[in-house]
């Protein structure tokens, strides 16, 4: 069973359009994550959630929004899309215990392509 | 400045080398993982460490929580192992993952 998933995997879209990027996880896990990957394979937080409430939320546009219906799910919609949000998107998942490092769990990533 | 920075960025080895990643970190951790990920693909972690050192397989990473720095060794290196390795860390407040910039591996056969 895939521990987080998240779909689709290919999205090849036109600028202005608005997507939804869907994420689960069936690991029981308390917090969620997005990462942003760009053309340099550098992985930047975007945003996480910690029992459906945001604990961070970097600058991104706020085109950009996150939605957490509950704990195992985290979603990604984004507005009004521009050439330059063109990346990989991943979604990934831990638990949140500040006294143990935790194993965090990727998804397969979203390949976003705006065109 | 980066909070995790990875050297080499690239780095390209002939089958059955030896290699070595390094990564070094500024920030207080309370664990630091090594992840892979393969052209095209997702990301999967391969260890998570908080002290000395872990190994599976061919691969073996370790950790000097006083010197901030962590290294990956891939033994008897394999086309295989041909991939992004990137180095993470997760902060001692708990709360938030630093990532380096990740080392492209080449293994040419």
């Known amino acids: 069973d895939t521990a987080v998933s998240q779909t689709p995997k290919y999205l090849v879209t036109q600028m202005g359009n608005d997507k939804s990027i869907k994420c689960e996880q069936n690991?029981?896990?308390?917090?969620m994550y997005w990462y942003k990957q760009d053309s340099k394979k550098f992985l930047k937080i975007m945003f996480s959630y910690n029992n459906k409430e945001l604990i961070i939320n970097e600058t991104v546009p706020n085109r950009f929004s996150p939605k957490s219906p509950d704990k195992a799910h985290l979603n990604l919609h984004i507005n009004s899309l521009e050439l330059g949000d063109s990346a990989v998107y991943f979604c990934a998942s831990s638990f949140m215990r500040k006294s143990s490092g935790n194993t965090i769990y990727f998804g397969e990533g979203s390949w976003l392509t705006v065109v | 400045k980066n909070e995790v920075e990875q050297s080499p960025q690239n780095l390209t080895a002939q089958e059955g080398e030896f290699i070595t990643i390094n990564c070094s970190y500024s920030v207080g951790i309370s664990a630091l993982h090594w992840l892979q990920q393969h052209p095209g693909g997702g990301i999967v972690s391969l260890f998570m460490?908080?002290?000395g050192k872990k190994k599976h397989g061919r691969l073996i990473a370790t950790i000097n929580i006083q010197e901030k720095h962590s290294s990956l060794h891939i033994t008897a290196s394999h086309p295989r192992d041909s991939a992004v390795y990137i180095c993470a860390v997760l902060s001692n407040t708990g709360n938030q993952f630093y990532f380096g910039t990740g080392t492209s591996l080449t293994v040419i056969p």
């Open positions: 460490l908080s002290s």
């Open positions: 690991l029981g896990h308390d917090t």
